[in-house]
Nanobody, 117 residues
Framework: QVHLVESGGGLVQSGGSLRLSCVAS????????IGWYRQAPGKEREMVVV???????VYSDPAKGRFTFSRDNAKNTVYLQMNSLTPDDTAVYYC???????????WGQGTQVTVSS
């Protein structure tokens, strides 16, 4: 089992920045892919950025050029640095990890990001 805990969300003005963190615990060695998703009110959850099992970092089009994924393996933590935020970025941001070996999909509880205009 893997447990994910996100933090770092909050209220920010348009054009501002936030850095989200996701700490993984448990069977972290079983994680093959990890990333960030978001869900805005009334919309489906969408991918923001994923570190794939092959080591590639894949960004969604809205995230390209503004968001940066990073990780600290020693701390079992991944980060999402978000710059030039707009109200369209308002959503609950979730950390996701996948164990392809066991076919398991893990989600954190989410952290709210609100961007005011």
């Amino acid at each position: 089992q893997v447990h994910l805990v996100e933090s770092g969300g909050g209220l920010v003005q348009s054009g501002g920045s936030l850095r989200l963190s996701c700490v993984a615990s448990g069977s972290t060695a079983s994680i093959h892919s990890i990333g960030w998703y978001r869900q805005a009110p009334g919309k489906e959850r969408e991918m923001v950025v994923v570190l794939t099992s092959s080591g590639s970092t894949v960004y969604s089009d809205p995230a390209k050029g503004r968001f940066t994924f990073s990780r600290d393996n020693a701390k079992n933590t991944v980060y999402l640095q978000m710059n030039s935020l707009t109200p369209d970025d308002t959503a609950v941001y979730y950390c996701n990890a996948i164990d392809y070996g066991q076919g398991l999909d893990y989600w954190g509880q989410g952290t709210q990001v609100t961007v005011s205009s």
